[in-house]
């Protein structure tokens, strides 16, 4: 695969943070690299949509056979069982992982989304004295990969301060769909991972932060993660908090809203909110959606999205599938206003722009405005009705708290710099 000069080497240092809570010895960040690759461009919006139709059936199926085991009947037909998310090749965010001792090091796609970890779809994994080899075979397939391989358990090695032993991880026999990368480090909800062994297949796998936490390497049960925005003249990483969150990251204060009881976004890191576009204009009544750092655009139902065309004057640009306005139409766009958990996060005018210096990176024209709001692809009332992508998160400070079952957002120093 190409990959264009915004490839980001990972320093070999880690943050020591100033934490909010006060264990500073255990609050750690791993920092994290922004990759935007040539190879995905055509299907760049569709992938997004894909990972979203993926992610509502996913959800669905957990939802069904939790009601059957609840009822006492059979669970139903596993289907697509397996199925995670498509992971978006345009656009990923990558952290750099050990596993083993002495350790080889993986790039990692960060994923909300997922909650399997694994290794080995390009690096190839070394065994050495902290592997061990469980019994089962694991099997995950994507709307656009798969990979599957055998489970072992081995030393993951985060930072030099957050090393987790007898971490479950897959190791890839065979993988399609991952070019560039080794795997994914899923950090979303445990039971995710259910139906992902054979044959254990009615086993969870404890994700790295449940483990940081119950080694007790990590005081909260939470993961933090930090995204700037970025064009082709800034390096910018982005920060992954355990245990924690990193008050250098963020301004004011976190609003924390509770996992949203809606199916199926309520199977992931699934919230409640509200969105207007300008100071009147409602493009999308309250309702269930998802935060993901695997999607990344923000997609909102169709019917938001019409009303926000009408809102801007944006029309679908052939060549990108993004949204797109002239010049003059961006000159009056307004704020999109999100309500989540009782307060409005105002994503700016220049926040809803694509960086125009890398226009050529997604197959557009150098003076276009192309948006990164796009639709999800079905009517609101899926139960899914929104996912706030990596060009939210880039301006939004986010918290994946398990313990509390809940999500927390804040601004940021980037929320309306005018980066695009
Ligand atoms: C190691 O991890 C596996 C799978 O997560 C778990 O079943 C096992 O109990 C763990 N062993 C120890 C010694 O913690
Ligand atoms: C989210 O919205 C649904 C549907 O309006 C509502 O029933 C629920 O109470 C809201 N809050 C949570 C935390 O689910
Ligand atoms: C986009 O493609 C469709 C179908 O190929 C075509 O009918 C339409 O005119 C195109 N729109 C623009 C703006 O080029």
Known sequence: ????????????????????????????????????????????????????????????????????????????????????????ELVSYIASVGVGSPATQFDLIVDTGSSNTWVGATTKFTKTSTTVQTANRV????????????????????????????????????????????????????????????????????????????????????????????????????????????SSKFTGSITFTPITGTSPASEFWGINQSVRYGTSTNILSSTAGIVDTGTTLILLASNAITAYQKANGAVLDNTTGLLRLTTAQFANLQSLFFTIGG??????????????????????????????????????????????????LERFYSVFDTANKRVGLATTPFTTATTN
């Open 1 to 88: 695969m190409r990959v264009f000069a915004l490839v980001l080497i990972i320093p070999a240092v880690f943050a020591l943070t100033t934490p909010v809570v006060r264990v500073t010895d255990s609050l750690i960040s791993v920092p994290f690299a922004k990759r935007i690759s040539a190879g995905g461009i055509k299907s760049f919006v569709e992938a997004d949509r894909a990972r979203a139709r993926s992610l509502v059936k996913i959800g669905k199926r957990k939802a069904a056979v939790r009601a059957a085991k609840a009822a006492g009947l059979p669970v139903p037909d596993a289907g697509a069982a397996s199925s995670v998310p498509v992971t978006n």
């Open 139 to 246: 099997s995950v397939t994507y709307g656009s990969g798969s990979f599957s391989g055998t489970e072992f358990t081995d030393r993951v090695t985060l930072s030099s301060a957050l090393v987790i032993n007898n971490q479950s991880i897959g190791v890839a026999s065979r993988s399609t769909g991952f070019t560039g990368v080794d795997g994914i480090i899923g950090i979303g909800p445990v039971d995710l991972t259910l139906d992902t062994l054979s044959p254990a297949t009615n086993t969870e796998i404890p994700t790295v932060t449940d483990n940081l936490f119950s080694q007790g390497t990590i005081p909260s049960h939470l993961v933090a993660v930090s995204f700037e925005p970025t064009n082709s003249e800034t390096i910018t990483n982005g920060e992954l908090t355990f245990g924690g969150t990193d």
């Open 343 to 392: 307060t409005t996060f105002e994503l700016t005018a220049n926040a809803q722009a694509w960086p125009r210096n890398l226009n050529a990176d997604i197959g557009g024209t150098a003076n276009n405005v192309y948006l990164i709001v796009g639709s999800i692809g079905t009517p609101s009332g899926e139960g899914l009705d929104f996912i706030n992508g990596q060009t939210f």
